[in-house]
């Protein structure tokens, strides 16, 4: 893979908190496309869409659980990343790039249990770039980049199926409204509090979660 050391030279430790602080801003990004943040988070607005609750609950509440849950998901990567790159930075016993380094190669063990090989392939086709015959040659930008496709894929395959349910209730309601002629009231007015009803009675939080943190490998 891709060696982070060979992005940064040996800096000055202040020069080094500069440059720290200059790839903190690229963190958001790296949770994005790093993590599985992407899919629990789309999967918590397609759900609160087929609800029909517009804003609630509140998006910075989605995103905090969606936090929440990839630490979860993400639990042993994080603490081995905390052992053997952020603690060995703070003590002064690596420097910058190799704590990159070795935070990219605990994250990418993650992105390839869950990517799809082909999409590998295509982004690979799409570089003009031979195959890697080993995972160990596969590079960030692909690896990377194939990751967030197949993570995308798969939390719209999961929106459909969390919305299947709730459609199916808004045209039983909207069928009923129309048999009684009441063509005025809105379909969904009337058929929110019974999906909030059903919704609750099942558990649904709980399916979704615990659903959601089973799907990563």
Known sequence: MDSLTNLLPDLEPSLQIVALLFLLSFLPIMIVTMTPFLRIILVMSLLRQAIGTQNTPPTMVLVGLSLVITSYVLGPEINKINTEALVPLANNQIQLPAALDKTYKILSGHMMRNVETK???FFYQLSRQPLPKNP???KARELATAYLLGELRRSFQIGFLVF???LVIDLIVANILLALGMIMLSPTIVSLPFKIMIFVAIDGWDLIIK??????N
């Open 119 to 121: 999409d590998l392939k």
């Open 136 to 138: 160990d040659e596969i």
């Open 164 to 166: 299947i349910p709730f």
């Open 211 to 216: 659903g959601l943190a089973q799907s990563f």
